[in-house]
């Protein structure tokens, strides 16, 4: 069927629905022309066998003796006159009333029969033509039903064709929309009908939408424009004062803030590729994430300290991970200064097991209502102290590189945070 009606899905739902209502349509009016002739036969015939009746009655009526009416299509006989003129044997114990076709050999027949005072009289019609006629009549309607479904079916390709046709259009000029293009209009295309009042209203969204990630984008060049320059001065005065003193404990410090301003730098860099889609202008090398794991922790030491959180690092010091330094740097952080900011006097497990990370809290935990939404721009918990950026920014960069982020409660309280690289 579908080979038959081809185009597309639109195109043979409308042709289809077209040709059930032409074929519904067609079978009512053709059964509706047939049986309208064979009632108006049958009601002619009963009018005509009903006059023969009065006109006999009244000639009886003069002549009991009269002599009944005999043509080639129309034959009278009386009971009383079986012996001058006996009656057929298909007649013989009719009832009374009409009985319409009856068949006798390659004849048909229409017959009354009706009651005169004691007698009762046959009134019999050869109908054999009439029969004829209404055969070739239920033909021609066969004929006229299959020619007009054929006639009705390129009809119908043609309708379809003209309906679908501008939808199809438009389908295929969305299909083809590059999602870096701006300025897309699509109305200027179709006519003001309906699908043109979509194009519209599409046209209207992507306006809208091109003076959203236009200033997104513009929002993000001026925030790495405006952070490059403080976070250039604070490396270069940092390696300044490095350079012009030997106090250990400044060492520390200065190592933290070297090490900060050089991640944040990265960030912007990694952010901005993210946000805009594009991949970035470097090739993955290996990264030993024990190493990367015990930088962040000491990074967070401070607050690690203040909530009075025991960090175990259970990777095995070989297990890398071939990936961007910076972005799993920021996923790494976010999850495991969530797993702090939720914990308290207890433990956070990090663990690495078959190419998938986790990091497991007995902390406050999250109801699985909010665990729907965790990952959603700017929401935040219910014992949520921050801006609801963190854990979304994480699932985007993990959207990014292909790898499977998720939070699940645990069972013995709090949250464990998996990050698979293996997807």
Known sequence: MTSVLGGSVLFRKIMASILLASVLFL???????????????????????????????????????TRLPRTASLRIYLASRTATQPVPRHLIG??????HDIKLADKA???????????????????????????????????????????????????????SGPIAQLSEELSRINPDQRGIRLSDQFEDDEVGQIAQAFDSYTAKMDSY????????????????????????????????????????????????????????????????????????EPTLLRPLVDEIIDNLQTEISAKRVQLDNNIDVTVQVRADRTLITV??????????????????????????????????GIDSDNLK?????????????GYGVGLYISKLICDYQGWKLSLVSNPEGGIIARVNFAV
């Open 109 to 163: 027949y229409h017959v009354l029969v009706a009651a005169i005072d004691d007698d009762l009289i046959y009134i019999e019609y050869d109908i054999t033509e009439i029969e004829r006629s209404e055969g070739l009549l239920g033909s021609i309607l066969l004929t006229a039903w299959i020619v007009f479904i054929v006639i009705l079916f390129f009809i119908a390709r043609i309708l379809s064709s003209k309906l």
């Open 331 to 364: 996923v790494l952080i976010n999850l495991i200064r969530n797993a702090v900011k939720h914990s308290e006097n207890s433990a956070i497990k990090i663990d690495m097991d078959d190419w998938q990370l986790s990091i497991t809290d007995r902390g406050l």
């Open 213 to 284: 990630v236009e200033k997104q984008m513009a929002f993000a060049a001026m925030a790495s424009h405006e952070l490059r320059s403080p976070l250039t001065i604070i490396r270069t005065s940092a390696d300044l004062i490095a350079s012009r003193q030997d106090d250990p404990t400044i060492d520390a410090h200065l190592d933290k803030i070297q090490r900060a301003s050089s991640n944040m730098a990265n960030m912007i860099h990694a952010l901005l590729a993210v946000t805009r889609d594009h991949p970035l202008d470097k090739a993955y």
């Open 94 to 99: 009719l009832s009374e009333g009409i009985h």
């Open 373 to 385: 939404h965790i990952f959603d721009f700017a929401y935040r918990g219910q014992n949520s102290q």
């Open 27 to 65: 079978s009512l009016l053709t059964i509706l022309v047939y049986y309208s002739n064979e009632i108006l036969e049958d009601e002619l015939l009963a009018k005509q066998t009903n006059f023969e009746l009065e006109n006999i009655k009244s000639q009886l009526a003069e002549n009991p003796q």
